[in-house]
């Protein structure tokens, strides 16, 4: 897709898909580095660097590894990286996240009908994520389903959802047949690109095959923290830490 066309779509739908964004070597590291991660690093940092799934042991979300893993956030501070998303921005690329969204096999649990400038609460809402496959991402193990063209309502009303990992959706879920929602099915180094204002959401995995999925999150150094958002997003995120 060339840049411009990236743009377009991108401004039309809030959200677009990337095939290719990473290189089958690069997914074999990220893959790596998140195993020994977990397994040698996360005992030892702060709660709130992860989310468990209902089990209390296996991972849901791991956040803030842009500050705990230096290997992450490097390949995230990529100047190709920064050069796409920087027309998206509207500005020069702050790094604010990298995360992970684990979806286990089995166990994966479901997030709810949210936008993310609900949590990230900046004005204007130059804000987005790289949401990048590595594994296979299919239509039976909890894809990320998008509303096109949702990110033109600006912020709607919220409510906390009582989900650890996503503590704050929206008031009232938009009923939009899930054959009508985009479904990103994705190959391990796929990629899309989300605004933050874009309504997603993703099923449970009840399947055998796990559905990693590594975020980078981008906003424009322009943008503000909005107080009003600020003060929803701290009432929900109170009730159901970390994140
Ligand atoms: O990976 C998922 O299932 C949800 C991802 C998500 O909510 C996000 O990218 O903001």
Same mark, same amino acid.
């Given at each position: ?22 290189? $089958? ?6 893959? &790596? ?14 709660? %709130?660097? &992860? ?11 791991? #956040? ?18 920064? =050069? ?11 790094? =604010? ?19 993310? %400038? ?12 790289? #949401?990048?496959?590595?594994? $296979?991402?299919?239509? =039976? %193990? ?30 009232? $879920? ?13 190959? $391990?180094?796929? =990629? ?12 449970? %995995? ?38």
């Amino acid at each position: 897709m060339s840049p411009t066309d990236l743009r377009h779509n991108y401004e039309r739908d809030g959200v677009v898909l990337l095939r290719h964004f990473l290189a $089958p070597a690069d997914i074999a590291d990220v893959r &790596a580095e998140l195993t020994r991660y977990i397994r040698d690093d996360l005992a030892a940092l702060p709660a %709130n660097a &992860a989310t468990r799934e209902a089990d209390g042991v296996t991972v849901r979300n791991l #956040w803030r590894l842009e500050q705990h893993n230096p290997k992450l956030r490097a390949l995230a501070e990529r100047p190709a990286i920064r =050069a796409l998303v920087a027309p998206l921005l509207h500005g020069e690329p702050v790094l =604010a996240g990298v995360e992970t969204f684990n979806k286990p096999a089995r166990i994966g649990s479901g997030v709810p009908p949210h936008q993310d %400038n609900a949590y990230f609460c900046q004005t204007p809402p130059d804000m987005l994520t790289v #949401w990048i496959a590595i594994d $296979p991402v299919t239509e =039976a %193990n909890g894809p990320v389903c998008f509303l096109k063209g949702s990110h033109r309502q600006g912020v709607l009303p919220t409510k906390p959802s009582g989900v650890r990992g996503n503590s704050i959706g929206l008031a009232s $879920p938009p009923v939009v047949p899930l054959a009508d929602q985009f479904r990103a099915l994705l190959e $391990p180094g796929d =990629a899309s690109i989300h605004h933050c204002n874009t309504i997603h959401h993703s099923a449970p %995995n009840r399947t055998d095959h796990p559905r990693l999925g590594l975020l980078f999150v981008f906003r424009g150094r322009h943008t503000q923290t909005d107080p009003v958002l600020q003060a929803a997003y701290t009432a929900a995120v109170t009730l159901t830490p970390p994140a």
